[in-house]
C-alpha cells in the first residue's frame, strides 16, 4: 500500500473547497466554517509528526475537521446550556392528536434529500480531484460560481473556445466518474 | 464520438452547443442546428441527456466554493505557522 505524504503548502488549494462544503452544511454559517477550516488547517500542522501515511491527506484533514465541528457544538451547547429535550404528550389539550403527529409524513422527504444532496456534492469534488487540476479550477469558475465565459477567459489567460474544449472534457470525465462511484 | 455530418452541425459542432446551452450560452441559431443534429444522431442524443442530467446533479448538490480572500488568508496564516516552526 503506497503511504501518503503531507505538503501542507497546498492544502488550501487542494482541499479547502472540499472542507468548506463539508463543514458549511455542518454549521451552516460561513464565518464559523471559516474559523473551524483554518483551525483544521492549524492543528494539523501540529500535528503533522502524529501522520501515519495509511490515510489520504483529504481523510486525514477531513477527520480533524470533523472533531473540530463536534467541539464547535459542544462549545455552543454549554454556553446556551443543555439542549432541551421535551416529549409531552400527556397534555389533555392535544389529546387524540398524538398518534397523527407521530406517522411519518410520506412526502416529505427534505431531511433524507438534503443529506444526499451533500453527499453528492462531496462525490463531485472528489470526482474533480482527479482531474487536471487547472481544468479542475477552470470548470469549478465556470459552473460552480457561474462566472461569465469572459471573466474566466481573462483569470486563465486563454480564449473561449480553448475553455469550452476544458469545459467540455471536464464534463465527460466528471460525468465518467460519477456514473462510477455515485449511481 | 464518431464525427458524422449531419445537416449542418457535425458531432464536435453539436456537442460544443450542448456544452454551451449548459451555461445557456448558445444562440438560437445554434440551439436549432443542435436539435436537427440530434434528431439523426444518437451519441451526440446520449451525450445530451448526459450532460444535462450533470447539470442538474451539480445544482442539485448546491456546491459552494471559498473565495479568494479566505483562500489567501488560509494559505497566509499556514505559512506563518511553518515559518513559526522552522525558527
Known sequence: MPTHKLDPTKWVDK???????????????????????????????????????????RTWLISILKRKIIDYYRKTNSIKGQAEVRI????????GDWLEEQVADAFDRTAEDEMENTELGMAILECLDQINEKHAAIFKMKTIDEADTEAVCKEFNISPSNLWVIIHRARTALAACLEKNWF | ?????????????????????????????????????LIFCKPCRNYTSKNSKLTRLIKKSNL???????????????EKEMAKKES
Not at chain 2, 15 to 27: F, L, V
Not at chain 2, 69 to 76: G, L, M, S
Open chain 1, 15 to 57: 482541499y479547502s473547497d472540499y472542507l468548506f462544503n463539508y463543514a458549511i452544511v455542518r454549521v451552516n454559517d460561513r464565518e464559523v466554517a471559516n474559523d473551524l477550516i483554518s483551525e483544521t488547517f492549524l492543528a494539523g500542522l501540529n500535528s503533522k509528526e502524529n501522520f501515519e501515511g495509511r490515510a489520504t491527506e
Open chain 1, 88 to 95: 409531552n404528550y400527556s397534555d389533555s389539550e392535544n389529546d
Open chain 2, 1 to 37: 464520438m464518431p464525427k458524422t455530418k449531419f445537416f449542418i452541425f457535425d458531432c464536435s459542432k453539436a456537442e460544443n452547443c450542448c456544452d454551451k446551452s449548459q451555461y445557456n450560452e448558445s444562440s438560437i441559431r445554434e440551439k436549432m442546428c443542435m436539435l436537427m443534429h
Open chain 2, 64 to 78: 459552494r466554493t471559498c473565495s479568494e480572500e479566505e483562500k489567501k488568508a488560509w494559505q497566509n496564516k499556514i
